[in-house]
């Protein structure tokens, strides 16, 4: 429910900094539009957008932690349940994906599970929009395809995407692993600060270079013109297999929502 009714301080801030700089006038109405609704939702309580998105769950589990009474999964899923029943959330799931019947409760949610030292358990509950999931994508390219490669990548998934995932967006990249690591690398990557740039110099320069060329697409907020079409580009990397070059691209909504607690 929190994270469908709050948006992190970080986003705001881009949307501040956005609305600052944006050139095209509409292009600032709608960010202004969007900071006005970030807001109503926060004090009303309400969800930010009507798609409450799919549930997915990162927990990072401490190898210490044992728990009882009852599957971790089921407990997770039972608190979504609650979520989305308890806040009037849109129950947007189906149970097969051919046959289409709403499941009810929005469950089951999708859950990524990490063991990591420790004693603690953290828990973060990334509610995931339909439209700019579903125009994201991802490419096995070959090896000698390099960074260019991987640019052009991006941008085409950006430009072929135009208005769909409700721009501005944020672009998460995971280059490299096999074909499934790169795409949690991808989701992974829309978990970081809005703008944070990765700690390593090489990758911060490309997420620059790539937000300086989405932002010249002239897509912008809500796909009718403007300079920003994109508030962040984060990339993720992992080693790769020597005959492969996975590149695979989240993208993001302005509703980059995500909450996490850590138990
Ligand atoms: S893509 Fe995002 S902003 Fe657009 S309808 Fe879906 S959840 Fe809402």
Not at 11 to 28: M, P, Q, R, V
Not at 98 to 121: S, Y
Not at 133 to 141: V, W
Not at 189 to 211: D, N, Y
Request: net charge negative; proline share 6%; hydrophobic share 40%.
């Amino acid at each position: 429910m929190e994270a469908n009714f709050f948006l992190g301080k970080d986003l705001i801030d881009a949307f501040n900094d956005a609305y600052e700089k944006e050139l095209s006038l509409t292009g600032k109405e709608i960010i202004e539009q969007l900071i006005k609704n970030a807001e109503i939702a926060r004090t009303e309580e309400v969800p930010m957008c009507q798609d409450t998105g799919f549930a997915v769950v990162f927990v990072e589990l401490g190898q210490e932690v044992h728990i009882l009474g009852g599957a971790l999964e089921d407990a997770i899923n039972e608190g979504v349940r609650r979520g989305y029943t308890e806040g009037y959330l849109r129950k947007s799931i189906v149970g097969h994906p051919l046959e289409r019947i709403n499941t009810g409760d929005n469950t089951p949610c999708v859950l990524h599970l990490k063991l990591v030292p420790g004693d603690k358990l953290k828990i973060t509950v990334a509610p995931k929009g339909g439209g700019s999931e579903n125009m994201s994508a991802i490419k096995m390219l070959k090896p000698a395809e390099g960074v260019e490669g991987v640019k052009k990548f991006v941008l085409d998934t950006v430009k072929t995407a135009g208005p769909n995932p409700c721009p501005p967006i944020i672009v998460g990249v995971g280059i490299g692993g096999t074909f499934e690591k790169s795409a949690i690398l991808a989701k992974e990557a829309l978990l970081r600060s809005v703008g944070s740039p990765s700690p390593r110099p090489e990758i911060a320069c490309l997420e620059k270079e790539l937000l300086d060329e989405i932002n010249k697409t002239g897509i912008g907020p809500q796909g009718l013109g403007g300079r920003y079409t994109a508030l962040a580009v984060h990339v993720e990397i992992y080693p790769a297999h020597i005959a492969s070059l996975p590149v695979a691209v989240n993208l993001n909504c302005h509703a980059g929502r995500h909450k996490e607690i850590i138990l």
